[in-house]
Every structure is written in structure tokens, then in C-alpha cells.
């Protein structure tokens, strides 16, 4: 599920069908009320949090609010958020490294 405030039609487009492609089950949700974000952040596995030198954060914050474990990329303010190991996994931007990480969270 990817859920947002806003949406590229076009990136929504290419996203919808490369699941469709790829076999994975996409639920794209904008512009949600707070208590349905809350839901979500309490129901998911792992909040997973990949973007270019973020420099705050405020989905991560909002995960961790919830318990929701995090895994990110550890660039820009997230180096300063998440305690790797403690509060949430941050990795290299590695394709790799993060799916690993994922797992290793979806897996335990």
C-alpha cells in the first residue's frame, strides 16, 4: 500500500502497472483522514521509508508514534530520527540491503 497527500498521475499510472506486471497487490490511497492514516500505520508490518535526502522525516516520526517498525534509508534527517536498531533499521541506499532489511522484519 502506498498512501499519500498528493499524486502524480503519471507515477501513479506507471506504479499500477508495474504491479499489475510484477504480480503485487497495490492499494494507492490520497488524501486519507487522520484516523484512517492511524489505522494503517497500526495495521502494517514495517513502514518502509526510501526518499532522497528527506531533511525531517515526518512519516517516519508518524510510524514510530504508532509502534509501526521502520526500515529507511539512513540520508538526510532520518540519520537523526531513527536509532538504528532500536527504534527502526537504517541502511545504505542499496536495493539490496533494504530488502534484506524488510525481511528481516516481516520475517521474525
Known amino acids: ?30 488524501f486519507i483522514t487522520d484516523d484512517e492514516l492511524i489505522t494503517l500505520y497500526n495495521k502494517a508490518k514495517v513502514f518502509v ?27 538526510g534527517g532520518v540519520r537523526e530520527i531513527v536509532i538504528d536498531g532500536m527504534t527502526g533499521i537504517l541502511v545504505d541506499r542499496d536495493e539490496k540491503l533494504f530488502a534484506d532489511a524488510v525481511e528481516s522484519l516481516l520475517y521474525r
Open 1 to 30: 500500500m502506498l498512501v499519500g497527500n498528493s499524486c502524480d498521475q503519471k507515477e501513479k499510472e506507471y506504479l499500477t502497472h508495474l504491479a499489475l506486471k510484477k504480480g503485487v497487490d497495490l492499494e494507492i490511497k490520497i
Open 49 to 75: 521509508y526510501a526518499s532522497y535526502l528527506e531533511p525531517f522525516g515526518l512519516g517516519v516520526l508518524e510510524a514510530m508514534a504508532c509502534g509501526t517498525p521502520v526500515v529507511a534509508v539512513k540520508e
